[in-house]
Every structure is written in C-alpha cells, then in structure tokens.
C-alpha cells in the first residue's frame, strides 16, 4: 500500500526495547502486534497515532487485558468478531474503535508443490493438551502423521505431501487459525473443528468442517476414500 515499515522485534530485544525504537527512523505511527508485556509507559512515551493488533483470542491469552483496556490506542483490531464483542462488553473500547482483522499468508511461501501426496493425515502445530487427545484418538483409525516446531519451507513441504491436513483448536474456543490460510494456500484438503463465524470460507466447499471428535475420524475415512472429491474440494479452497 505505499507505506514504508520499520519492524523491531520487541520479545527478542525486550530488554532495551526503549534504545531500539529511539534507533529506528522517524516514523509516522505505531503499530502494535500481539504486544505481550509491552511496556505501557512506552506507549505514553510515543507522541504518534498508536495501533493495536490482538492477534490472539481474547477469551485464552489474558495477558492482551492491560492493552486492550488501557486507553492509549486510535484503533485496535482483534481476531474475531467474539473478541470483539468480549472487549465492548468488559467496556474496554467502544465498538467504533476495533475491528476484526482475520490472518492470512504469504503465496511467496505456502503454495502448492508438485510432490507426492505421502501422508495420509497430517496434523502440524503446538500439541496442547486438548490437541493430544485428540490426536491420540485419531491416530487409532488412521495413520498419523504430526509435526510440532516445523516452519517455513519445511512446513510448506509437509503440508504438500499430505492428502489431509487437521486443524485441531487448543483449547474449546471457536477460531480460524492462520494454519487455516496456510493450509489452502498451498493447495491442501483441510479438515477442520468448526471455525469461528467470520471465516470466509464456505463449508463442504472450500474445506470440511467438523462438529466433534467422532465426526472427523468419520470424514478422515470418508474422504481417504474418495480422491476426486478431496482434490476438487482443495482446489476450491486454493482458488477462495
């Protein structure tokens, strides 16, 4: 969009955060991604229109409070439209001043490989305790693979190789995780729990979504089984 960015990584220099932002060139304005334990004093500190993403759910990563409810930002954006109402409610902002901003990714790096599909069923991301269970269950129906810290070019290639990938949430809220982006960015059939609201994907379209447990093992088996419309449903998901 025309706008040059000056990116500090605050956790990595979170001790001399203050030094590092007084290096970086002027700039215009300020925006705030994720924001754990940023120092609040700073944000007083900075003269300049101050923006917020709560890249993270409201209802599971509590540490966002102190900056959602502190008062210092033009505009704050969040993850869903829960999030959104969650903040309202609390009295926190007014509803004029957040929007949700969903992820996304970047077709420089998720996109489709031409590699065989040799891996049933991939599961990729933190293993949580909800994720475990669930992924323990599974694994008794089908074979399994899961991959836990793998990224970038690594993760591009699991991905490509898998026939079905899960999105399995952490914890029992509704959400479209960026692994959701990822996923049919690289041209990948997504199984999916049922996603938060303001997803813009379209169910039995773009990807399956699933109402429990026992209904994705159901659609794993369904769709092991029948390659045309798995591939023709990740299509679709990489065309949206």
């Given at each position: ?28 304005y300020l925006f705030l991604q994720r924001g754990d334990y940023f120092p609040i004093e700073l944000l007083r500190a900075v ?194």
């Amino acid at each position: 969009i025309g706008v040059e960015t000056s990116c500090v990584d605050y956790r990595k220099y979170r001790k001399e955060i203050v030094e590092r932002i007084l290096q970086t060139p002027t700039f215009d304005y300020l925006f705030l991604q994720r924001g754990d334990y940023f120092p609040i004093e700073l944000l007083r500190a900075v003269r300049r229109p101050k923006f917020f993403w709560a890249s993270e759910l409201v209802s599971r990563n509590r540490d966002q409070d102190r900056l959602l409810s502190c008062g210092l930002f033009d505009h704050t954006f969040v993850h869903t439209n829960a999030c959104k109402e969650t903040v309202v409610r609390n009295g926190w902002l007014q509803e004029s001043q957040i929007t949700v901003l969903l992820n996304g990714f970047d077709p420089k790096i998720h996109h489709p490989l031409s590699i065989e599909k040799d891996i049933d069923v991939l599961f990729i991301g933190n293993m949580l305790k909800r994720r475990k269970e669930w992924t323990d269950e599974i694994r008794k129906n089908c074979s399994l693979h899961t991959a836990v810290g793998i990224y970038g070019d690594e993760m591009v290639k699991l991905i490509n190789r898998a026939k079905i990938v899960l999105n399995i949430h952490s914890e029992e809220f509704p959400d479209t995780e960026t692994r959701v982006f990822e996923v049919l960015g690289c041209r990948s059939f997504l199984l999916t729990e049922k996603l938060s609201v303001e997803n813009p994907f379209t169910d039995r379209k773009h990807l399956i979504e699933c109402v429990d447990l026992e209904d994705m093992i159901r659609q794993i088996q369904y769709y092991l089984e029948h390659d045309a419309e798995r591939e023709q449903i990740a299509e679709q998901g990489y065309i949206e």
